[in-house]
T-cell receptor, first 113, second 109 residues
Framework: DGGITQSPKYLFRKEGQNVTLSCEQN?????MYWYRQDPGQGLRLIYY???????QKGDIAEGYSVSREKKESFPLTVTSAQKNPTAFYLC????????????FGAGSRLTVL | DAKTTQPPSMDCAEGRAANLPCNHS???????VYWYRQIHSQGPQYIIH???NNETNEMASLIITEDRKSSTLILPHATLRDTAVYYC??????????FGAGTRLAVHP
């Protein structure tokens, strides 16, 4: 079945460490997105990529980095510069650059100890 | 900032219709309205979208007012598994979907 796979589902990190969250899709979608969700809040856009080897900052890109070397993969690195990284991270993809319908992964929950 | 307004929470009895309202008074003429839902600790799931006409699929119905300033998502026979946060969304000026806080729907026996 086609879909989006995020890993790991749960991740613990010490302060000052970088951590990379994986996102893989087999839907042949061009566009991919990373969102952050804090408890009781909506989703905020971190980064998005509309095509391989290209990506743009979203609303809260500071302290995060991404790469898009393959169409199927869009990993997110949470760097030590992110002051409050504990959150639920969601990856999504869409068939078109207009982001009309998004397919989401199950999410990765990052906790900084 | 979200361009939609939704009640923070609603209740519905199992088997009854759940009607979730959304106000989008600043929507432009060619903007679609999208609905997603998020079950606890999962990724959001697309439900339905529409422009002017009412829409129906296997999950829900979407009723859009004639002036397009508001819409209602209808779950015709709510089940306990429909308990979730429901997001009503229009795109921001950069053509991106903005997820606000949504409506937390609780379906009870």
């Amino acid at each position: 079945d086609g879909g989006i796979t995020q890993s790991p589902k749960y991740l613990f990190r010490k302060e000052g460490q970088n951590v990379t969250l994986s996102c893989e899709q087999n839907l042949n979608h061009d566009a991919m997105y990373w969102y952050r969700q804090d408890p009781g809040q909506g989703l905020r856009l971190i980064y998005y990529s509309q095509i391989v080897n290209d990506f743009q900052k979203g609303d809260i890109a500071e302290g995060y980095s991404v790469s898009r070397e393959k169409k199927e993969s869009f990993p997110l690195t949470v760097t030590s510069a992110q002051k409050n990284p504990t959150a639920f991270y969601l990856c999504a993809s869409s068939a078109d650059q207009g982001a009309n319908v998004l397919t989401f992964g199950a999410g990765s929950r990052l906790t900084v100890l | 900032d979200a361009k939609t307004t939704q009640p923070p929470s609603m209740d519905c009895a199992e088997g009854r219709a759940a009607n979730l309202p959304c106000n989008h008074s600043t929507i432009s003429g060619n903007e679609y309205v999208y609905w997603y839902r998020q079950i606890h600790s999962q990724g959001p799931q697309y439900i339905i979208h529409g422009l002017k006409n009412n829409e129906t699929n296997e999950m829900a119905s979407l009723i859009i007012t004639e002036d397009r300033k508001s819409s209602t998502l209808i779950l015709p026979h709510a089940t306990l598994r429909d308990t979730a946060v429901y997001y009503c969304i229009v795109k921001d000026p950069y053509n991106k979907l903005i997820f606000g806080a949504g409506t937390r729907l609780a379906v009870h026996p």
